[in-house]
């Protein structure tokens, strides 16, 4: 049988038009909140009378003289890799959750959950920079399935791809989340694990790439101090023998989910990046102290960081 490797970030040219190969036979793709309890009804997200998702509100943006603006980061000496990286959750920021779930012709059906924040000045941006992650995971999976239903790999039985996202930071300013989950590919022995990212500026809505956390210039090693750690971690957590190390060479594709949480950087790989299939999606957190010397602490994720 085929080995199926859904990728993190698929062509949308590629996706949209295999979308359009199944899209005839789809079934309702919901779209809706929940709250505290089930009976909750938000305005943040609603469904049509086409069952399509609507984001109802405006966006809002607060004027650039109000965020924060630290002059040097504050490193606390006694944060370590092996706390546990959610302690950072813990700002004001009033989250629900969206699903985004349905079926993709008689190939399969999928469940995601993704984080929707109320009672910000920008809702509709942050909303839409949450969903959007969970949208590109769905489109990836429908673009897979697409071209296994036309081809000499056709699977034998419906495919399944369940996920959530996971709010890992929150200090008012930064929302880091966490979108991992599942894929139970027809007929498949083992099920896939996959991973995503997303930080947003809670003023504006704005995705921050994590470069920016970092310095920059023809000097900027940030990659290497960060690959180094990493590979340390992660020989501390799995052992030498299970960790790959081609996976970890300091190249932009092999850190692509890197994540602000309180006690440090938080790592997440793909499955099969640096170990075997069976550690899943291994993550670790490189601590601030770590990195102090390649955090710039002036840049718009410094300065949101040290604000909280």
Same mark, same amino acid.
């Given at each position: ?8 970030? #698929?062509?949308?040219? =590629? ?15 919901? #779209? ?37 603006? =630290?002059?040097? @980061? ?6 370590? +890799? ?6 950072? =959750? +813990?700002?004001?920021?009033? @989250? ?31 909303? +839409?920079?949450?969903?959007?992650? &969970?949208? #590109? ?8 399935? &697409? ?10 039985? /419906?495919? #399944? ?8 930071? !929150? ?29 947003? !500026? ?49 190249? &932009? ?9 309180? /006690? ?22 490189? /601590?601030?102290? !770590? ?5 710039? /602490? ?6 949101? =960081?040290?604000?909280?």
């Amino acid at each position: 049988m085929k080995v199926l490797f859904f990728p993190r970030v #698929r062509s949308f040219g =590629v996706a949209l038009l295999a979308l359009s190969v199944v899209s005839s036979c789809a079934g309702y793709d919901g #779209r809706v909140l929940q709250g505290g309890v089930p009976s909750d009804t938000l305005d943040v997200l609603v469904v049509d009378q086409g069952g399509a998702g609507v984001q109802a509100g405006a966006a809002g943006v607060v004027p650039a003289s109000t965020k924060p603006n =630290v002059p040097e @980061v504050t490193i606390e000496e006694g944060l370590k +890799g092996e706390m546990d990286w959610s302690v950072g =959750v +813990g700002g004001s920021t009033k @989250v629900e959750v969206g699903v985004l779930s349905g079926e993709v012709a008689a190939a399969g059906s999928y469940e995601l959950s993704y984080p929707q924040v109320t009672e910000t000045a920008a809702d509709f941006a942050i909303n +839409g920079a949450l969903q959007a992650v &969970a949208d #590109r995971v769905y489109l990836g999976f429908a673009g897979e399935l &697409a071209e296994l239903m036309g081809g000499e790999d056709a699977l034998s039985e /419906p495919s #399944r791809l369940l996920g959530d996202g996971e709010v890992v930071f !929150d200090n008012d300013f930064l929302l880091s989340v966490l979108f991992k989950g599942t894929i139970s590919w027809g007929g498949a022995a083992s099920q896939q694990a996959w991973a995503e990212s997303v930080m947003v !500026d809670l003023s504006d809505g704005r995705v921050l790439p994590v470069v920016e956390l970092f310095t920059g210039g023809p000097a900027d090693n940030w990659l290497e101090v960060v690959a180094e750690r990493s590979h340390e971690l992660l020989v501390e957590d799995l052992g030498a023998e299970m960790v790959w190390d081609e996976g970890l060479m300091p190249v &932009a594709e092999n850190f692509a989910n890197l994540l602000v949480t309180r /006690p440090g950087l938080l790592v997440i790989f793909d499955q099969y990046q640096v170990a075997a299939g069976v550690a899943g999606t291994p993550a670790v957190v490189v /601590p601030w102290i !770590d990195l102090v010397t390649v955090i710039n /602490p002036q840049s718009s994720i410094g300065r949101l =960081v040290v604000a909280g």
